[in-house]
């Protein structure tokens, strides 16, 4: 990232931008999303809020805020490190982060750079995916031949602490935001980064040094299995915006097959992305008309996305693989097979996130994800901190090499 001096803004202008901001949180609730003022540049303002316009909207008391704004800019002993910038986002992020919900957060343009990254699938890091176990921060999973694999880092650690000496960084990951633990652990390639994990079973923290390298992944991994290597199994690692590409592929590859066997869709350690791309996954497999997943707002409104093409391989026998790591639009692509074609699940509980975030693209750079709505399998389950529970639950041997979880997938085809 470009490390340049942020040069400051016209006071005016940022606390009609701060209120335009504070205001949007408080109307969010009635349904709209005002958009964010263009902050102009001024060279040298100073910090200043003497004479500046004050207003608010009625019913909203702003006067302690502008107590510490000016308490700041009147009494702390460096200035320099009073940046306009960093305090309006700082005050952003608290209102967020006031929610409640660690899905529900705002965006620095760093960060949101980082969201787009993990999209794309192509950064600088240790290849770890994370989320939150209540309000602990937690593994989701490791990528498979990235350096948090290759460090023993397992799906469902909590992430207690992290340092980087390197960042001048040593901080626990008490009240911390998924975009903050993100661009903390990932960094240059080369570096290194030292997390500290509690994990079951273990009477202490374990501190874990991971060297990062630059990761590519890509969304579909096709190969054909078995013992006549006639079941396709078809791992999604990510929903992304080069997913549906990736897998139309794949499919085209499937169904040049004359002797398939059937298809095993692996899901495993995949955190998630773009719903719909679960939606348009499911459609291959699913009648036309058919609910995919009903997104249920606070208001009580109701959307259900339903298949609205014919799939390529609704006649194949199908078998699902989950771990702890399948979490939102992979536990949508899951519960979505399993209630509408009997699909059974092999592997262990998924994760269970059942929230749905919007992201806002706001001018400048910034981002704010906002959660929307829950969403609920075609028979309405909501999998919420509990996950979907396989039909056939089995654990990898960490011990030996074998797929224990894929090989039971596979006799499950071979039995239907």
């Known amino acids: 990232m470009n490390n340049r001096p942020v040069p400051k803004i016209s006071l005016r202008t940022l606390r009609r931008f701060t209120l335009r901001i504070v205001f ?23 910090l200043s809020s003497a004479n500046l316009d004050r207003s608010a909207p009625k019913d909203v008391e702003f006067s302690l805020f502008w107590q510490v704004w000016d308490t700041l800019e009147n009494r702390y002993f460096d200035q320099s490190k009073l940046n306009a910038y960093d305090m309006v986002y700082g005050s952003i992020k608290g209102m967020v982060a006031a929610v409640g919900d660690p899905y529900t957060v705002f965006l620095t343009p760093r960060e949101n750079t980082v969201v787009q990254e993990d999209l794309q699938g192509n950064f600088e890091g240790v290849g770890i995916q994370i989320g939150f176990r209540g309000t602990n921060l937690a593994v989701i999973s490791p990528m498979p031949g990235t350096p948090a694999d290759e460090a023993n880092i397992e799906a469902g650690d909590l992430i207690i602490g992290i340092k980087d000496e390197q960042k001048g960084i040593d901080r626990s990951t008490v009240g911390i935001s998924l975009p903050e633990a993100v661009q903390i652990i990932r960094g240059e390639a080369g570096s290194i980064v030292s997390l500290t994990l509690i994990r079951e079973g273990e009477p202490e923290p374990l501190i874990v040094d991971v060297e990062r390298r630059a990761i590519e992944v890509p969304s579909v991994v096709l190969e054909f299995v078995g013992e006549s290597q006639n079941i396709a199994h078809i791992q999604i690692l990510k929903f992304g915006a080069e997913t549906t590409d990736e897998w139309n592929e794949a499919v085209l590859d499937i169904i040049k097959k004359r002797d398939l066997k059937g298809v095993i869709v692996d899901v495993r350690n995949n955190t998630g992305g773009y719903l719909q791309a679960a939606v348009d996954l499911a459609s291959e497999f699913i009648d036309v008309g058919e609910t995919v997943v009903i997104e249920e707002q606070g208001n009580g409104d109701r959307h259900e996305f339903a298949v609205e093409r014919m799939g390529r391989l609704m006649r194949e026998p199908v078998v699902v693989l989950v771990n702890q790591g399948s979490a939102s639009a992979s536990e949508i692509l899951a519960g979505a097979l399993r209630d509408q074609i009997d699909a059974p699940l092999v592997g262990q509980t998924t994760f269970g996130k059942g929230t749905i975030q919007e992201p806002q693209q706001i001018e400048g750079g910034a981002g704010l994800h906002i959660t929307i709505a829950r969403w609920l399998t075609p028979s309405e389950f909501w999998v919420n901190e509990v996950g979907l529970e396989p039909d056939v639950i089995i654990e990898n041997n960490p011990d030996t090499l074998e797929d224990e979880q894929l090989q039971a997938a596979i006799d499950r085809v071979n039995a239907i």
Do not use: E, T
């Open 24 to 46: 949007i949180g408080v109307v969010f609730a009635g349904g709209y999303l005002l958009g964010a003022q263009k902050m102009p540049f001024a060279g040298n303002v100073p």
